[in-house]
């Protein structure tokens, strides 16, 4: 079975700030990993996947992501935070090849000017 | 393609009685998953579906839960009788895994469900 640890429950940073949110991730076989995002009263939107080959993801709006295989873990990051990102972000995992998401607690993102 | 529509967004109903939550799938998705988030536990995988078949209701909480999918456009989830702890926001999500295609899970919006 997989599972997926956020201890992050909340983040505050400041506008413009760098922010990480971490992820760990536990499998015994390989993985797809996802970050998903939800806006207050709004479904989850995937921000980035990771399938295969390169180890780094990016997003449209400057989120990354790095799949450490060895530390079993999947960081979002920006390097430059807006208002507009003040979210929930959740950490998402499912065995490669199939279609059961196990997701890890959230984490608030709280931005603030 | 509209997404995942979920129906309705909002539900208050009395203890004891039945709810039923709706969800058409992306068109062409061939898994659909019924999700459950609340404060205390989170995102729940309640139930999922593979061609129509349910596949693992592991998450089901007990049997005052069930889940159908008819058609491959169309889905329910039925709670009786409804409890207040039954309150939350329900979400149905739906994917493919035909062949070589294989895309994530696409979310509706959510039913946010009170039993009061």
Known sequence: AQSVTQLDSQVPVFEEAPVELRCNYSSSVSVYLFWYVQYPNQGLQLLLKYLSGSTLVESINGFEAEFNKSQTSFHLRK????????????CAVTPRGFQKLVFGTG??????P | DA???Q?????????????????KPISGHDYLFWYRQTMMRGLELLIYFNNNVPIDDSGMPEDRFSAKMPNASFSTLKIQPSEPRDSAVYFCASSSSTGRIWTEAFFGQGTRLTVV
């Open chain 1, 79 to 90: 390097p430059s935070v807006h208002i507009s990102d003040t979210a929930e972000y959740f």
């Open chain 2, 7 to 23: 129906s309705p967004r909002h539900e208050v109903t009395e203890m004891g009685q039945e709810v039923t939550l709706r969800c």
């Open chain 2, 3 to 5: 997404g995942v529509i």
């Open chain 1, 107 to 112: 984490t608030r993102l709280l931005v603030s």
